[in-house]
């Protein structure tokens, strides 16, 4: 008997050592789990061919703030050193460049190779760009942030550039002919080399030239303090990082008044004096932000039909990353990724928003979508739920055709006048709220204002937002996601340091590669703002918000072919 109660306990005990491994097993895959949600099932294409983020340059850099603290998985790790590796800009070979020998927009060119060549509609146009300083010689050395697009004014057509920096102050500019008739040629300097090395100083060393604000109140007492995604100093602070995605946000504690007190976020405004005065002649309005190129010979060439063939056919290029990705003619935008149903009848959208919920998610440009749709459906009223005006949350609603239209602007870090703080939400934690199914549209851009923070702070808010995309549409694979890409603005010397074209171009980069390979969707709204003859500006005039809309319906309703 003594013998079978100690085989007894062996047994036990073996079980309970077996159990505990099964635990700690356990564990350690939960732990990990996320490496597989957030890559998005191993990043498998649409044609299987997966990704391999293992080959990268590795990039040295400051950390900032909490974000030192990161805790990435290996994937995360590579995907993040890839991105940074992959907008890497070109330096200029000494470490500080006098004005003089900056460059002069005013005394560079441009030349169309074989300007008199035989051309047809499909060919190839380049063009060389030479850069020279303001002492007139040639620059030795790239990095110059330029915008290109070829335009026919009366047809109402245009159409961006590839531009290739040859690292020696000579660029290449390649252009797809899309249209018949006479080509012309503009080449704009955004910012000159020297220039761009500012914007990167600010990006990683002065985060908080934008600084934010939060009201604090009980009773008839009420303090504000700053916010921000890091804090320096060692003052006591209010921890309001979200609980689900971890992303970080602080406010100084109030002095007198509890942290869970807060009632309200705002943007507090911007810091001055960021640059030094050699600094401050690299961003000057008439002289070196955004200002045209010349050329030295014909600006234009006259393109032919393609003969015998439908166009029609070319313009539906199989390759999602064709560049560009669609022009204009006659003032309609024609993508070259997909067939485009341009809506001029409110009747039409109606019809192709009946019984949809359509969630917008995101910042001030894809509130546009909120009123020009509000505005143009004639039975999509407007429900007042209170909130401060051009901040949200809106919501619109259609009870004849059983339309639902809902706006709420993304979570902290946003520069919106007064936001409630019972309605800042970020993006990630909506869609995991959201059963999603084929009479869900979401659409999502965020980009704005993230432009002077570090880009890993972005890379981190895509991250989450990517994760829980995947698992909407793991849960639900009907749901229709579109993202509004970012577009380009009207520039001066201050807006520069905040939200240059450049930060943009930089931030939407990293964007289309994070979202490449998953079932979502683009609106291309970049190429649409540059292509266009209106002038830059950060919120787009409606005709190109008519484009971006159609764009975005005719995902909604594609048309059969």
């Not at 955004?290 to 393609?306: F, Q």
Request: hydrophobic letters at 35%.
């Amino acid at each position: 008997m003594w013998r079978d109660s100690f085989r007894l306990q062996i047994f036990c005990l073996l079980m309970a050592v077996l159990a505990i491994v099964v635990l700690v097993h356990n564990f350690f895959q939960l732990e990990h789990l996320d490496d597989d949600t957030v890559s998005g099932s191993n990043w498998i294409t649409e044609n299987n061919v997966q990704h391999s983020l293992s080959q990268t340059t590795k990039t040295t850099r400051k950390p900032y703030c909490g974000y030192k603290q990161q805790t990435l998985s290996k994937r995360e790790q590579a995907e993040q050193e890839s991105l940074l590796a992959a907008i890497q800009w070109p330096k200029p070979p000494d470490g500080k460049i006098a004005f003089a020998q900056s460059t002069d927009p005013a005394r560079s060119d441009f030349v169309i190779v074989k300007p008199i060549g035989f051309f047809k509609v499909g060919d190839q146009l380049e063009v060389l760009v030479r850069m020279n300083d303001f002492q007139g010689k040639p620059k030795q050395y790239g990095g110059d942030y330029l915008q290109a697009r070829i335009h026919s004014p009366l047809l109402k057509a245009g159409a961006t550039g590839r531009i290739v920096d040859c690292h020696n102050g000579l660029y290449k500019v390649f252009f797809t002919l899309l249209w018949p008739g006479e080509v012309k040629v503009s080449v704009s300097l955004v910012h000159p080399s020297e220039a761009i090395q500012v914007l990167l100083r600010l990006r990683e060393e002065r985060p908080d030239r934008v600084y934010f604000k939060s009201s604090f109140k009980s009773g008839r007492y009420s303090e504000t303090t700053e916010c921000n995604v890091c804090l320096p100093g060692d003052l006591p602070v209010c921890n309001f990082t979200d609980l689900y995605t971890g992303e970080p946000w602080f406010c100084y504690k109030p002095r007198k008044l509890s942290c869970a007190s807060r009632i309200s976020h705002a943007k507090g405004g911007y810091q001055k004096g960021l640059l030094t005065q050699e600094e401050s002649l690299f961003f000057q309005s008439d002289v070196n932000i955004k200002r045209p190129i010349l050329s030295s010979g014909p600006d234009s060439v006259i393109v032919k039909p393609k003969a015998f063939t439908d166009s029609s056919s070319m313009d539906r290029a199989e390759d999602p990353t064709v560049s560009p990705s669609g022009y204009y003619y006659e003032d309609q935008w024609r993508p070259r990724t997909h067939w485009i149903h341009h809506f001029n009848k409110s009747d039409d959208i109606t019809k192709c928003l009946q019984g949809k919920v359509i969630h917008l998610f995101g910042d001030s440009t894809i509130r546009q979508w909120f009123e020009y749709l509000t505005a143009v459906v004639p039975d999509l009223v407007e429900f007042n739920l209170g909130s401060p005006k051009n901040v949200g949350p809106f919501m619109s609603v259609d009870l004849k055709h059983n339309i639902l239209l809902k706006f709420r602007c993304h979570g902290p870090p946003i520069r919106f006048s007064t936001v409630f703080s019972s309605e800042l939400r970020y993006i990630a934690n909506e869609l995991n709220g959201i059963v999603g199914g084929r009479n869900t549209v979401i659409a999502i851009t965020i980009w704005s204002h993230f432009s002077t923070f570090p880009v890993e702070v972005y890379i981190r808010r895509l991250r989450n937002i990517r994760r829980s995309i995947i698992q909407l549409l793991d849960r639900s694979p009907k749901t229709l996601i579109i993202i509004r890409t970012a577009n380009v603005q009207e520039l001066g010397p201050e807006v520069s340091l905040f939200n240059s074209d450049w930060y943009s171009f930089q931030l939407d980069s990293v964007m289309r590669k994070m979202f490449s390979g998953i079932a979502v969707h683009f609106v291309d709204a970049w190429e649409m703002s540059l292509a266009h003859y209106l002038p830059h500006n950060l919120h787009p005039k409606e005709v190109i918000v008519k484009n971006q809309i159609d764009a975005f319906l005719s995902y909604v309703c594609p048309l059969q072919t």
